[in-house]
């Protein structure tokens, strides 16, 4: 409206009408929330199928402003399209590494972290430096840290794509498809690419979350995933019955409501801390 009129700001909603007034200050605020620490990492476990095991977690962004916690869907396109995902995604780096690594330091366990990357990261160039200067600032072993990336970021430029995560697979870093089977998902590319995992994505599972959904597209893609030598992450478990699933067709990791939601630092240390017990 009258402030839309006098900004120079140009987001616009999914539908390419003009922006509400929340969104153009929310764009104006994201840009001091990394100077003002309002941003923060929730953690999400990763279990091992075969052994229930506690492995990883998946480092997941937030925004806490005015005392509100900002979802990263309202947000993440706004960081997107202003190029701010840049620096934001570098600052998710260092830290979930840290973090990370202290944790694998006081609870001796080998976990593993997984961070979103955007395609805007991906396409802006200097990525491999950032994520060398995150391992190394950090002293996270390269082995622990699992980049997730979707399929839109390597279907845009599939080459200079794979030249990139070329350099990043030499850091000795690991390279995930997320959301995988949504969008673009070309059988063809998935062999040429240098990647070690796919995630399914959460509308397969929501299929799949009772007895009456049909199960073979999630059988299938995990047995693509091993035929092509990868790993295979299902995410958005929330019922027995997908956990079953995944279990019973040989799934690697799962992932879900069902077996731990996003958590904070502290309470992802008190699930760190009763795992070692068992
Ligand atoms: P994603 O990468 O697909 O992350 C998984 C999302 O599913 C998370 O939403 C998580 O909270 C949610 N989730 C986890 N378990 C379940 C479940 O059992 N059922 C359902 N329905 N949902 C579940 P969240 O945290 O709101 O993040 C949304 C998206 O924002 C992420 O989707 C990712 O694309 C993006 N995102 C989050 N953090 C970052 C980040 O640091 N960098 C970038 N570039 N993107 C991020
Ligand atoms: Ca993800
Ligand atoms: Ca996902
Ligand atoms: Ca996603």
């Not at 229930?52 to 997107?80: C, Q, T």
């Not at 950032?130 to 600032?137: M, N, R």
């Not at 995930?176 to 063809?188: K, L, N, R, T």
């Not at 007895?211 to 929330?238: K, N």
Request: proline share 5%; net charge negative; hydrophobic share 45%.
């Amino acid at each position: 409206a009258k402030e839309a009129g006098r900004s120079t700001y140009r987001v616009y909603g999914p539908d390419g009408r003009a922006p509400s007034v929340r969104l153009l200050r929310l764009e104006a605020e994201l840009h001091r929330a990394l100077e003002r620490d309002e941003l923060l990492l929730h953690f999400q476990p990763q279990f091992d199928c075969a052994s229930d095991r506690l492995v990883g977690a998946e480092a997941l962004l937030r925004w806490h402003r005015e005392g509100e916690l900002v979802s990263p869907a309202e947000f993440i396109p706004l960081a997107e399209e202003t190029g701010l995902i840049v620096p934001i995604g570098a600052w998710v780096l260092r830290c979930a590494c840290t973090r990370t690594q202290a944790w694998r330091r006081t609870h001796g366990v080998p976990l593993r972290v997984a961070v979103n990357i955007s395609p805007r990261q991906l396409e802006a160039g200097g990525l491999v430096e950032t994520v060398a200067s995150a391992l190394q600032a950090s002293g996270l072993p390269p082995e622990a840290l699992e980049l997730e990336l979707t399929e839109s970021a390597l279907v845009r430029d599939p080459q200079a794509a794979a030249r990139t995560l070329g350099e990043l697979r030499s850091l000795g870093v690991s390279l995930a498809i997320d959301d995988f089977g949504v969008g673009y998902s070309s059988f063809a590319y998935l062999r040429e690419l240098p990647v070690h995992k796919i995630k399914i994505d959460r509308s397969f599972m929501a299929a799949v979350r009772t007895a009456q959904g049909d199960p073979r597209l999630v059988r299938a893609l995990i047995a693509i995933a091993h035929s092509l030598e990868m790993g295979i992450v299902g995410e958005g478990v929330e019922t027995p019955h997908q956990l079953q699933l995944l279990k019973a067709n040989g799934c690697d990791i799962a992932q879900g409501y069902l077996l731990g939601a996003p958590m904070d630092e502290t309470v992802f240390a008190r699930l760190l801390e009763g795992a070692r017990q068992v």
